[in-house]
Nanobody, 124 residues
Framework: QVQLVESGGGSVQAGGSLRLSCAASGRSLSRYLMGWFRQAPGKEREFVSGISWSGDITSYVDSVKGRFTISRDNAQITVYLQINSLKPEDTAVYYC?????????????????WGKGTQVTVSS
């Protein structure tokens, strides 16, 4: 069982930046493909970004390309999402998720473990 804890959310003005973190509780994430999802009010949860086990393959939804950067540390303990040039439409609860089978999917049902989320609010 993997427990994921997100942090780093907050309230910022448009154009600002945040760095979200996702830490595994007492366990390395080195064997998991990791993803970030978000859910805006009244909308379904959507894929934002994913990163491979090794960290050398990343993917992003089109709406965040060039603004968001996913990474993971060498000890495989934490996964990060650097979010820049924030827009009001980025307002959402951001979740990290772990896929133990490394499928590289953008569908939430392919992820095995989830954090409880961190709120990001962007004002115009």
């Amino acid at each position: 069982q993997v427990q994921l804890v997100e942090s780093g959310g907050g309230s910022v003005q448009a154009g600002g930046s945040l760095r979200l973190s996702c830490a595994a509780s007492g366990r390395s994430l080195s064997r998991y493909l990791m993803g970030w999802f978000r859910q805006a009010p009244g909308k379904e949860r959507e894929f934002v970004s994913g990163i491979s086990w090794s960290g050398d393959i990343t993917s992003y939804v089109d709406s965040v390309k060039g603004r968001f950067t996913i990474s993971r540390d060498n000890a495989q303990i934490t996964v990060y999402l650097q979010i820049n040039s924030l827009k009001p439409e980025d307002t959402a609860v951001y979740y990290c998720a772990a896929d133990r089978r490394g499928r590289g999917s953008r569908f939430e049902y392919d992820y095995d473990y989830w954090g409880k989320g961190t709120q990001v609010t962007v004002s115009s």
